[in-house]
């Protein structure tokens, strides 16, 4: 899961591929039907969206090397976190609905590592 998390931080840490891949979702948003939302980032919002997926790269590059259960732990709360604020977003029509498929995925790495958490 780790692997997959870093995948996605690192698209979005590049700065045209965290454009292209954003305009995609809103794009295969409205192909599917459903409704829109404008996504109207500015160059500082691209900003922002590149420095947390530099951060996220950076933080899965140390998950990957940890076995500390603490470490992991973190990450589920930021997983909480991350999930409140795309449902909040698409709750007020400023995200298509389509991002729901990062919603999807922090809850499986929130199960994956609550799992091995338990075990460890």
């Not at 995200?95 to 995925?105: A, R």
Request: hydrophobic share 60%; glycine share 8%; charged share 10%.
């Amino acid at each position: 899961m780790i692997r997959i998390d870093l995948a996605v931080c690192a698209l979005l840490a590049l700065p045209w591929v965290s454009q292209k891949v954003l305009g995609a979702i809103a794009a295969f948003d409205t192909l599917v039907g459903l409704e829109r939302a404008e996504l109207g980032i500015s160059a500082t919002g691209y900003f922002f969206v590149n420095l947390a997926g530099l951060f996220g790269v950076a933080y899965n590059a140390i998950l990957l090397q940890s076995t500390e259960p603490v470490h992991h732990r973190i990450n589920n709360y930021a997983r909480v976190g991350v999930i409140m604020l795309l449902i909040a977003y698409m709750a007020f029509n400023a995200l298509p609905v389509l991002f729901g498929i990062f919603v999807l995925t922090e809850v499986l790495g929130l199960v994956v590592t609550h799992n091995w958490l338990r075990r460890a």
